[in-house]
Every structure is written in C-alpha cells, then in structure tokens.
C-alpha cells in the first residue's frame, strides 16, 4: 500500500482560499439577454460577491478593478511577488476622474467580460486570462489589462502573464502597481536589461522617499527567486552600489546571495547589515540563518546570535530564533530554556506559548504540551491570536493518547477559517472510527463549502471515513463520480489514485498520477507516489528509481520521498545507499513505515540487533501498523 495518504498520516495545516461557487449553465444562457435588457442584477438575482462574475461589470461601469482569482495553494514561486503587486489595492489609475479610453460597452462586450469571469471562477482561468488580454488590446483600457495580468498571475502562466502585464505598464505609465508587476515578471525571467532602469528609477523615488528598506526588501525577494539569481546578483550589486552603507541593501544583497547558492557572500552581507545598526533585530536573525547555511554552521548561528542577545536581551524575535536554532541542533534543553525566558518577558505571548508546546510535543512529553495549549486557549480576550492551531493540536495530542471522543471534542471547537477543513477531515474520520459512520456522512455532505476546489476538499474526506470503515471499493466510485464532475481536480486525482492503488487497479492509479503530473509538473508527491507504488511491488524498478528522483529533487528534506528513495535501492540490491536514505527519513520522521523499511535494510546487512531496536521503537508509537507488522512476521524477527 502507498504511504502517502494525507488523510490518516497527519493533519496539515490547509492553506485555503475563500472563491464563489460556481454559476450555473442557465446563467451563461442568460447573461447575453440580460446584459441586452438591462435587467441583469434583477434577472438573475445575482449577489454581489468580491471576484464573481459581476465584478466585470463593476470594473468596466466604475473603473474599480475586480480581485484576481485566488493565488494557487502550491506551485512556482516565480511570478508571486508580481501577483502580490497586481493583488494591491487600487492605484491612481482606477480611481474615479482619470481618463478612460473612450469604447461603448456593447452587449457583446459585456457578455465577453461576463463569460471569462464565469469561467475563471470555474476553474478554466487561463481561457479567462487570454479573452481579457484580447479585449483589452482591442479597447486599450489599462483596467482590463490589469485583470488580465492578475488571471494570468493566478494561473501562473508567464506566457500570458508577460504581454498583459506589458500592455498594462504601457497603459498605464504612471501606474506604481503596474510598473512593479512587469519589475517582478521581469527580474522572475532573467530579463534584468529592461527591468534595471525601471529599478533605478524606482530606488531613486525610494531614497526621496525614505523607504529604501520595504523597496529592497521587495525587489530582493523576487530576484532570489530568479530563474538566474547569479545574474540578478550582478543587477542589484550595480544598483546597490549607492546605498553600501544601507543596512537595507547590504540585506537584500544577502537574499540574493543565498538565492544564487553563494552562502559566504549572504553570510557576509547580513553581517555587514549587524554591523552598520548593532540593534537591527531582523539584521542578526538573518545573518543568523545565512551563517547556519555557510561552513560555520549552526555553532556560528548560535554564536552570533547569543552574542546579539547579550546587547539586545529583550528581543523576543531573536530568542525565538536562537531557539529553534539549539531545537534543530539536538538541544532541547537549552531551546527550552530560551523559549522560557522569552516567555517570562511576554507571559501572554500566544506564539510563544505555541512553540514550547510544539517543543514538548517533540520531546514526547504531551501533558506538557497540553498544558502549554490549555494556558495558550486561556489567554484573556484582549490577545489576539487564532484558537485553530492550539485546538488542533490538542485534538492531535488526544488522537495520539487514543481518546477518541475527546479528540472530536477538540475538532468540533475549530471554527471556518484555514484550519477549519483540516479539523473538520480528522472530526469525520474519528466519528468513522467510533462507529458513527453515517453520521460522519453526514456531517461532511451538510457542510456547505464556497469553492469547488473545497467541496473537492470534502469529497476526498468522505472517501477517507470509508477508507477507515474498509469500505475500499465505495470510496473508489465516490471519487470517480466526484473526478467527472471536476476531471481536473488535484485533490480528487491523487485520491482517486490512492484509491485505485488500494484496489490494486495500477493502470488507473498510474493514469490518475500521470494526469495529476502532466496538471502540475511540480508536485512531488505524485512523482513519488507513482514511483513507491512500482517499488513497492517490485516493478519497473529503474522507472521507479527515476520518478521517486524527481520526486527528492522537488522536495529534497521530505522524509517521505527519502523512505521511498532508500526502499528503491533496497529493491534493487543496493542495501548500503538505501541505508543512508533510509536512516535519513527516520531521522526526520520516525514513523512505523520508515522504520519498517530501515529495519528490514539493516535486517539484510546483517546488522540485526540494530533492527530490532528500529522496529522496537516503531512498534511504540503504532503497535498495530500493518507494513511494520508484515515485515516482522515475513522476516520470523519476532523469534
């Protein structure tokens, strides 16, 4: 069985995005009619909802550009800071009284406008994008340029993303939005020849302006992302060369350094910054992780840093920092140790609190991290903080200890929000567990969920509740009936995949993980997912080896694609490198599986007693895991 199910491995926070549901089919026949009759808004009874369809005709009516469609969840990074820029507030070039070319809006025109907004929200944003990139060289007004720079964006298509944001820019000159968005799409490209003059221009409004810090900052963040940081690194040395004794530019000079893999000259760089303003806390934080990236290490890191607090011991940010930094090292203890003197300065700081629970929880001592959770939910109404993650982890604490009535209790208390879909899976699957199948349906079917994309979310969910009541073969048609209302869904695919793999279906596991990869080139885990199936039952064995690499390029510290890495060479004969992989994932997370795999490879290296320890271990934390189990049996170990 693949181990990749996100559903019962663990919970991970959900980074969710509120859209409109989609419009039916009639509104599409009825937008032509009505946009003729004038009564659009009473015909339709449409609800005026931010980045539904009548935003189209509130920007074409007011100049008031419509939201872009939400940022994707995971994918390239490389246009999100020109997507941030095109998601800011409206500029001087979409507020009331500046010129607008002079076009009539037709019913054609309107329908056009309707029909691609109707569309992104379905989903199909790239046809969206390039119906508005036509319109607007065909109306030349700067307000449709820029919406179809945004859909573009959201999509992530540079193809698009490029002429929609250049046309905008040469609508709209004096726009400061638009000018940055071809900046980023720019520098995200390698084109640094026409994205320089832009730049020193705006550098040169920034010194006027005194806001050098948020400009560099800006700009380094996306030429560290450059598809040529190298390059970008040149750029911004020449633009820089003004502000050498700016802490702000020595910092983003130091971005890109460690974007561009020169970890010396970042480490360099950030120092320089902590030298030209001692007390600049963000200064020593970064030249902290620069110098834990470089040949000094963690030692270093730690080093500058408790000589920082020596000067700065109020800086909670710094300690905080410090912290994770002995936690990463192996020191418990000490991280503890700071976290509590940090807590001593701000007793009522809710990240504070979160992270000496996060630490116990590592430590495995899970009372003491409930009792952190519970002071943390206990805060006076005057903090502000979100209660998700604390109930979260309070639900996981008592899933752990195997109270499952409690851990429902914790579940049900996480209100709508990002963490709300996540506690809401484990809530069902929980119910599931207890015997209280139906009402977990139930539960799931009455929620009501604004985006297809989250009522995909719900769908995979109810399959895992009959996942968990061996119900393999329903959960199956569940997701091929929901995978034919949203064939492009990728949640439902890599599901559906799962789901396909559990009923040994691998032709239509491996064709779902193909579509999910041709979809999303970048995704890891269906690389990996693909490959772990084929190993696993020892087939294909070189294409595995291949797709689980390109798995472990796009995510080289995941302990999962690690395991899947070691269990590969295993199967394949090369016992000693998949030791290493597989040691490696262990260490990153110990888990039944991983040391099920570790166990066996040190089994057949002759390096019994250290397997058993392994699998004693493992057998701790989730006695009846059926692959743990399997092995030991199949090896006679127990013996």
Known sequence: MTKTDPWQRRIASQRLRLACEPFSPEFVRAAPRAAESGGLARNLRLRAVAGCALGAFVLVATGCAS???????????????????ARAAPDAHTRAGDPIPPFSLTPQLMYQLLASEIAAQ??????????????ARKTRDPRIARRATELALAERSLEHALPAAQLWHELAPESPIASQTIESLWMATGRFAQAEPLLRERLGRARADRRLPETYDRIARTLARSSDASAGLKMLERLAAPDAGEP??????????????????????????????????????????????????????????????????KAVEARFALARLLNAGGSHDAAREQFEIA???????????????????QMKQPQVAEDYLRRYLGLPGTVQRDNAPALLFLGQIAEDARRNEEAIDWYAQVGRGEQFLAALTRRAVLMARTGRLDEARALLRGTSVPSARERAQLTAAEAAVLREAGRQKEAWELLSAALERQPESTELLYDHAMAAERLDRLDAMEASLRKLIELRPDYAHAYNALGYSFADRGLRLEEAQGLIAKALELAPDDAQILDSMGWVLFRRGQTEAAIGYLEKAWSRLPEAEIGAHLGEALWRAGRVDEARRIWHEAARDDPENRVLKETVARLRADR
């Open 67 to 85: 939201p872009a469609q939400p940022e994707p969840v995971d994918g390239p990074r490389v246009v999100s800071a020109a997507n941030a820029d």
């Open 122 to 135: 379905r989903g199909q944003v790239g046809s969206a994008a390039v119906t508005y990139l036509t319109l």
């Open 343 to 361: 807590l001593k300065q701000e007793p009522d700081s809710p990240p504070i609190l979160l992270s000496l629970a996060q630490l116990a929880y």
């Open 248 to 313: 702000a530019a020595r910092l983003a000079l130091a971005a890109v350094a460690q974007g561009a893999g020169d970890l010396a000259r970042a480490a360099a760089e950030a120092e320089a910054a902590l030298q030209l303003d001692p007390a600049n806390e963000q200064a020593a934080i970064l030249a902290a992780r620069y110098v834990s990236q470089s040949p000094r290490g963690t030692e270093g890191a730690v080093a500058l840093l408790r000589s920082y607090l020596e000067r700065e011991p």
